[in-house]
């Protein structure tokens, strides 16, 4: 994959960060394992699964954990003062010049997340519920409807870009360009890669995909200013903030608004992925959906907690802390299973069956406590919107009995790659 190119293939993009953290192994039987041996587990227990962790080469150089339980991540996750993610500017924020909003603690995070957080709040995110729905419906659904038959995933890939990086405030009159940033987000997040063999070149890539992302924004960014900074996306909100007594200057909005776009539509994708290979996988499911739309969203939920698409999160210890009388001492690494947690018997019933049924509690999908998702009602919508209208532009949706079935797999960024369909 060519990063410098004005025509880097998404496709290619998004196969490559899904092969660099697909690992090796299956991460639900070994939780389930690891759950019965003990509540912890003293060492790099994300290490048998071969996939880069945040930590970037940290991992391994300091004393780690990893907790399984769900009482357990929960109280890592929230409590960002003695569980911290500073440390992520150094692995995978190295790619983002340090400054990523996963990398900030304290009042810093809390300042900037206050700048960000309303562009996604359910009340500016619903005003674009109209839009989102019209252009899923009409630029990409119902062109593809007389095929009877398509691989839904690049439908998954394609329409969450578009609507986020609207929502961002990029001009919609180009998908093209779409196309071209989400490409190096991609390649931003492939950077990371634990494969002596691949890290050169995905660095190498990286740093051609910083650079020219920066780019790109900037001249997005100063033409909004010129043109008055108006609107409730993300870069008209942040060009009219004030930050510490001050306006934000370009730089300042390029790099907050560069630090979200990994993450902008590549998680939305995976997800819709699980939820659509879950809904046509599951015996009656579709047709009780059909039937009854208000059950999308338990839908959407319950795909969050059965296949999260971020299968763990590593914290590091702020101070020495226990767990299950074993000592963690200031400095280590813990990695919260979130796999495990959103699996915990303790805590779910029947843990391992996909039930839309079941009565809702808290699951880690889109994390928890300070660090939870900024986007995570943006994604809601996006396949709330998503679903509906394939179940009502394609009757008769069925998996395609000539190609294979979608699997759900990877040790880390699940989700399935293909969702081969017909319908009538």
Not at 57 to 80: E, I, S
Not at 370 to 392: R, S, T, W, Y
């Amino acid at each position: 994959m060519s990063t410098d190119s004005d025509t880097i293939d998404l496709e290619s993009a998004y196969t490559a960060v899904s092969d660099t953290y697909k690992g090796k192994g299956d991460i639900h039987a070994a939780c389930r394992a690891a759950r019965k041996a003990s509540p912890i587990f003293v060492g790099d227990f994300i290490r048998q699964f071969g996939v880069p962790t945040n930590a970037g080469m940290q991992q391994g150089t300091r004393p780690t954990f990893a907790l399984f339980r769900h009482q357990d991540v929960m109280a890592v996750l929230r409590d960002a003062s003695s569980y911290t993610s500073g440390f992520i500017a150094e692995g995978l924020g190295a790619f983002f010049d340090g400054l990523i909003i996963l990398a900030m603690d304290g009042e810093q995070h809390r300042q900037v997340r206050a700048l960000l957080q309303p562009a996604f709040m359910p009340e500016t995110v619903n005003k674009w519920r109209d839009q989102i729905d019209a252009v899923i419906r009409k630029d990409f659904l119902e062109p593809l409807a007389g095929n009877k038959g398509a691989d839904l995933m690049k439908f998954g890939l394609e329409f969450p870009i578009r609507e986020m990086y609207a929502l961002m405030g990029f001009p919609t009159d180009n998908p093209d360009a779409y196309r071209r940033y989400a490409g190096w987000a991609l390649a931003m997040v492939g950077g990371n890669q634990v494969d002596p063999a691949k890290a050169d070149e995905a660095r190498r890539n990286a740093g051609i995909a910083v650079r020219l992302l920066y780019e790109a924004i900037l001249e997005v960014v100063a033409q909004r200013r010129v043109d008055g900074s108006q609107g409730d996306d993300l870069i008209g909100r942040l060009l009219r903030a004030e930050h510490e007594g001050r306006r934000l200057d370009d730089h300042e909005v390029t790099t907050f608004v560069r630090s979200l776009l990994p993450a902008a539509g590549e998680t939305t994708t995976r997800t819709f992925s699980s939820v659509m290979a879950l809904l046509l996988t599951t015996p009656g499911l579709q047709e009780r959906v059909r039937a009854d739309r208000a059950l999308v969203p338990k839908l959407i939920d319950e795909a969050v907690r059965f296949e999260p698409v971020a299968t763990f999160k590593v914290r590091e210890t702020a101070r020495e802390v226990q767990f299950h009388g074993v000592t963690i001492p200031k400095g280590a690494f813990v990695q919260c299973m979130v796999a495990s947690a959103n699996r915990d018997e303790e805590v779910f019933e029947r843990p391992d069956e996909f039930d839309i049924d079941r009565k809702p509690k808290p699951s880690f999908g889109f994390g928890f406590g300070p660090h939870m998702c900024i986007g995570q009602f943006v994604a809601k919508m996006e396949l709330n919107c998503a679903v509906n209208a394939i179940l009502d532009l394609f009757p008769g949706l069925r998996l395609d009995p000539a190609m294979p079935a979608p699997v759900i797999e990877g040790a880390q960024l699940r989700g399935a790659a293909h969702l081969h369909v017909l319908w009538d």
